[in-house]
């Protein structure tokens, strides 16, 4: 049972997952921007290398999101 592959309803929306995928990497860029401008202490630079990382991380994320709504391992069905 742990195998079990969701069927297509049971799966979150595209759309849900594009918006989740977007408002955490949003959160995780002023991170990144944050951290960055502390170690090399240039705003510009920091921005640079918050963008070049988030929009990588943002791509991986979302098709990570999207393989594990097809795990039914830890999901109740109703």
Do not use: H, P
Not at 7 to 12: D, I, K, V
Not at 52 to 67: C, D, F, H, I, P
């Amino acid at each position: 049972m742990a195998s079990t592959i969701l069927s297509r309803s049971a799966l979150q929306a595209r759309r849900r997952a594009i918006v989740k995928t977007l408002c955490y990497r949003l959160f995780m860029l002023a991170i990144t921007v944050t951290i960055a401008f502390v170690v090399v202490g240039d705003f510009g630079d920091a921005v640079n290398i918050g963008l070049a990382a988030n929009v990588l991380k943002t791509g991986t994320y979302y098709v990570y999101e999207r393989l594990w709504d097809r795990i039914a391992w830890g999901v109740e069905t109703v």
